[in-house]
């Protein structure tokens, strides 16, 4: 893995199919010039953002989204602004439009003060990042939600790793289901993940369809403490570049 902490977002960006490239936001950092981001939004995007009624909110989402269309319009050499979005049935937003070269597959994901972005193409990508909160009820949600075996691996933890674990674990499911493009439509129990800390082979099994399980590739992210995060990318031939976000804008 290979990490360029100096890459800012203006220059050309070059990414080939064997790169997954991965951007890191600070959110607090960028929030100055959260006016200046608000620009490259379109008229539908600025609509949307005006609905949010605290500014911590609103401020991420601009954010958050005037870096998508920055980096991808570095990637595709195009006007960010020219950018044009579309979503599919279960609301996976995706390129649409002329002039947008080999597909480019993208996936964000925010919570607190970081946000992932993440980009593959002509690859599936879904990532999540979950700040570890104190106040969830961590075994009524896995009651809920997480597979037999993973209940079961969850459980067998002593009580000062599970919080952490179970987060790992959720971060592992929701990034293989925005991946997938399925969301929630795909039951959360019908496949496995690993809950083991560092782990890049992390789905451990799919269901009704075992053979799934070897199309995806499911690692974890190393984020901040306090976070968990996870990446799921379709294939495995790819190399991950981790970057970081930083200003100035173009």
């Given at each position: 893995m290979k990490t360029?902490?100096?890459?800012?977002?203006?220059r050309e960006l070059q990414l080939t199919g064997e790169g997954v490239h991965l951007w890191r936001v600070n959110i607090p950092l960028m929030t100055?010039?959260?006016t200046e981001r608000?620009?490259?939004?379109?008229?539908?995007?600025?609509?949307?953002?005006?609905r949010f009624h605290h500014a911590v909110d609103r401020n991420r989402f601009v954010i958050v989204r005037s870096l998508l269309r920055q980096i991808l319009g570095s990637y595709l050499g195009k006007d960010p602004l020219a950018l044009m979005f579309s979503y599919s049935k279960k609301e996976k937003p995706f390129l649409a439009g002329e002039g947008v070269g080999d597909a480019i597959g993208f996936n964000v994901s925010h919570s607190g003060d970081i946000a992932l972005l993440a980009f593959g193409r002509g690859r599936e990508i879904g990532v999540d990042v979950e700040q570890v909160r104190p106040d969830t009820d961590v075994k009524a949600i896995a009651e809920r939600f997480f597979s037999t075996r993973e209940q079961g691996d969850l459980a067998a933890l002593p009580d000062g790793e599970r919080r952490q674990a179970f987060?790992?674990?959720?971060t592992r499911k929701e990034s293989f289901i925005k991946a997938t493009g399925k969301g929630l439509s795909l039951p959360l129990r019908n496949f496995d993940v690993s809950l083991q800390p560092g782990d890049r082979d992390a789905l451990l099994a799919t269901r009704p369809d075992?053979?799934?399980?070897?199309?995806w590739r499911l690692q974890d992210v190393t984020v901040e403490q306090g976070y968990a995060a996870a990446l799921c990318v379709s294939g495995n031939n790819w190399q991950l570049l981790e970057k970081i976000a930083q200003e100035p804008m173009q």
């Open positions: 360029d902490a100096g890459f800012p977002v203006q100055p010039s959260v608000s620009r490259i939004l379109s008229s539908e995007e600025q609509k949307r953002a005006s987060f790992r674990c959720w075992a053979l799934e399980r070897t199309h």
